[in-house]
């Protein structure tokens, strides 16, 4: 595992992972729960680096059903999805904490909204900057060097670390 980057403490059959066990990977997801013959077997969790977590029921290393709750505490459901739907299109947190009075907007779940660096946009797992095309994640840590389709997408939806007017601008009569 040192080749790899990860690591696990639990129990050992026969020099194999088998029992209870936490698995940590290099990304800093780790999986806490049943391990039969070096595999996820029975029932654990994935957690993921953003808070949020896949609870499962696992077969060889295979998750045969579980369920996904996002860092907000939202969980994904297949059937009966009421998260921003087309009839209501409340976020998941004006749904638990009520709207904002009217003038504040909501701008991501966090509250206040992260800082962003000036010149960077948030991109969701972390910082992305337009010149160098590097994202990092919120502790300035190196995640990925964007693409070009990566790239179009961060600066066309993304949060910016700078204010733009953007509204009606005057034109003073010549």
Request: glycine content about 12%; some cysteine; aromatic content about 16%.
């Amino acid at each position: 595992m040192e080749y790899t980057g990860s690591s696990y403490e639990g129990d050992w059959v026969q020099g194999r992972m088998e029992g209870k066990g936490t698995y940590c990977f290099p990304t800093e997801t780790r999986y806490e729960g049943d391990m039969r013959d070096g595999m996820f077997h029975g029932n654990g969790t994935l957690f993921f680096p953003n808070g949020s977590k896949y609870e499962a029921r696992w077969e060889n290393g295979y998750a045969i059903e579980g369920k996904y709750t996002f860092a907000d505490g939202l969980q994904y459901e297949e059937v009966d999805w009421e998260y921003c739907d087309g009839y209501d299109r409340r976020f998941y947190t004006e749904i638990c904490d009520g709207l904002q009075p009217a003038g504040r907007s909501q701008l991501t779940n966090k509250v206040p909204p992260r800082e962003i660096p000036e010149g960077c946009y948030d991109c969701g797992d972390g910082f992305y900057n337009p010149n160098t095309r590097v994202v990092v994640d919120y502790n300035n840590k190196f995640l990925r060097n964007a693409d070009d389709d990566e790239h179009e997408w961060i600066v066309k939806t993304c949060r910016k670390g700078w204010d733009e007017y953007v509204g009606y601008k005057h034109k003073p009569a010549a």
